[in-house]
């Protein structure tokens, strides 16, 4: 351990004082702010069990798949696991392109049981699991033999369960994006789809696309259907449907879209406002959570975000934000009880035998390539690359803000010129960057590397001495600065202000977000080599 005694005690008296201070504040501060989950949170779902509220996102080719996370009052939330931990439950295999893997999973708890069902594009497709608690541990897979993407579940009153998924299934589209929702009976006994699927809807209007993301309801003895359309970029939206039978004719809001910033122009600093769960407190409140994107300079620098807006019912129809009818960065918080989470340290020592839940892999670890000891993390250098659509030595993290410093220590000698290890900045394969060091012609040297829609140039080269090493960046909004050091007091800028839109969404088919990380590679070759990293430090500013 590296911390001392003396050094606990301070450490517990800040976190005490910090909650103190926290909970009063609440006192006299009866708001909150969006986003609820800053990052890469794409996709939310939730539903409320007695006095507590659930949550889960989209993780696409990332593993562990599907963040849950646990609240009191639907503004602080605590991750507490991941749904999809094991391999045998996710084969996000070798390949896989960027933005597939796991789609928009929605989470129920019906009869003692929690169901989170998604799809896994690129893999075998749609699927449940199940848990009787939401921490863990979930069951297999069950796969079911239904096209389309986004599904669903919905439990009537008479206890029958409806499978609601987005796909057009009459097989004929009459316009470019034509998309929409249908509704099959789902037999849980048998865990198969029975009876005829029905198209409940293509969008709510002639033209309208890509209809996805549903989810249904049952409110005040009708169906309420709400769905994501637009595109899940600028144009994105909510729309509602109603019926009086559950696979019957939907019938569109004449309101719709009940929640939308297309309108607002592209220039306002909320965008891409979209595919939306809505829940009811046990105070009979009513409250919604979307996904929307942060813009910096007319850019997407974090991904999409989870956001919470008040909602109610006027006339039937879903009513966002009274008076108001946009999301706000700033809202009056839930009638609930206060109740403050831990957020996660700035610096990861590695002091647990088990990583945090922030780190994840890219694409599924089918062995077991690092080692928690020690205080320490070492990662067996390994052929695979990150530039490539393979399974590397890389764990991640998601940026949560615009502006932050985030810096690693490594330990590693290269054998080889092509064996590198070190710090990365990485949206996907195609664009990135890694500081690593790495040799020379037998020297020690530290080298940037940016990946431009798969295009890859050294940016710069600077000697080291053998022995431990800082990497790492500061950014600052549009603009990332990367620097080397042995400490923290002797930092060096390598290379000159990077663009930070190389680590960002480029479109709207970009579905992920960036990330920061330490990585390992030999760069295709055969290694025993290892890259031992004893820290690792994201200060959000």
């Known amino acids: 351990m590296k911390k001392n005694v003396f050094s606990l005690m301070i450490l517990f008296l800040l976190v005490i004082t910090g909650l103190r201070a926290q909970e009063n504040t609440t006192e006299t501060n009866k708001t909150y702010e969006n986003p609820i989950l800053r990052g890469f949170y ?53 390949g896989l392109g960027a933005s597939r893997g796991i789609f928009a999973p929605t989470l129920r708890y019906h009869d003692g049981l929690f169901y989170m069902i998604t799809t896994c594009v690129g893999c075998k497709g749609n699927f449940y699991v199940t848990a009787k608690d939401p921490a863990g541990l979930w069951s297999n897979p069950v796969w079911l033999n239904t096209p389309g993407i986004d599904p669903t579940l919905f439990w009537d009153d008479d206890g029958t369960c409806w499978y609601v998924g987005a796909h057009n299934i009459s097989g004929k589209r009459e316009w470019e994006g034509q998309n929409g929702v ?18 409940a809807t293509f969008g709510h209007a002639t033209n309208a696309v890509w209809g996805e993301g549903p989810h249904l309801y049952k409110i005040n003895d009708r169906y309420l259907l709400m769905i994501a359309e637009g595109g899940t970029s600028f144009n994105h939206a909510i729309t509602v449907f109603e019926s009086d039978k559950v696979n019957g004719k939907y019938t569109p809001s004449n309101i719709n879209p009940v929640l939308t910033h297309r309108n607002l122009g592209r220039d306002y600093p909320i965008s891409a406002v979209g595919h939306c769960d ?108 990150m530039t490539k659509l393979e399974q590397p030595s890389l764990l991640a993290q998601r940026i949560s803000e615009f502006s932050f410093d985030s810096f690693t220590k490594v330990n590693f000698n290269p054998a080889n010129d092509n064996e590198e290890a070190g710090f990365v900045a990485v949206y996907n394969n195609a664009r990135n960057f890694r500081l690593v060091k790495t040799s020379e012609q037998g020297k020690n040297v530290v080298k940037l590397y940016r990946v431009k829609e798969g295009e890859e140039m050294l940016v710069a080269t600077e000697n080291v001495m053998s022995g431990d090493l800082i990497l790492g960046l500061k950014a600052n909004k549009l603009k990332y600065q990367f620097y080397f050091g042995k400490d923290k007091t002797s930092l060096q800028p390598i290379g000159d202000i990077q663009d930070a839109t190389v680590n960002a969404s480029q479109s709207g088919t970009d579905f992920t977000g960036p990330m920061l990380g330490f990585y390992t590679s030999s760069n295709g070759h055969e290694s025993t080599n290892k890259a031992e990293f004893d820290w690792f430090e994201y200060d959000a500013k």
Not at 291 to 301: F, H
């Open 182 to 199: 249908f509704i099959q009976q789902l037999d849980l006994e048998t865990k198969q789809l029975v009876g005829e699927p029905v198209q």
């Open 42 to 94: 794409p996709d939310p779902s939730i539903c409320r069990v007695d006095d507590d509220y659930y949550l889960v996102n989209s993780s696409f080719e990332w593993f562990p798949g599907v963040p849950i996370f646990h609240s009191k009052d639907l503004v602080n939330w605590k991750q507490i696991g991941h749904v999809l931990d094991r391999p045998e439950q996710l084969q996000l295999n070798e």
């Open 278 to 385: 809505i829940v009811q407190t046990q105070n009979n409140e009513w409250w919604a959570v979307m996904l929307a994107v942060r813009s910096c300079g007319g850019k997407n620098l974090l991904g999409r975000e989870t956001y919470l807006v008040p909602m109610e019912f006027e006339d039937g129809w879903p009513l966002f934000n009274r008076g108001v009818g946009k999301v706000r960065f700033e809202e009056k918080r839930p009638n609930l009880p206060w109740t403050p989470v831990e957020s996660y340290p700035v610096r990861d020592d590695f002091d647990d035998d088990n990583l945090a839940l922030k780190w994840v892999f890219l694409r599924t670890p089918y062995e077991k390539w690092f080692d928690i000891s020690k205080g320490k993390i070492t990662l067996d250098t390994r052929p695979q690359m």
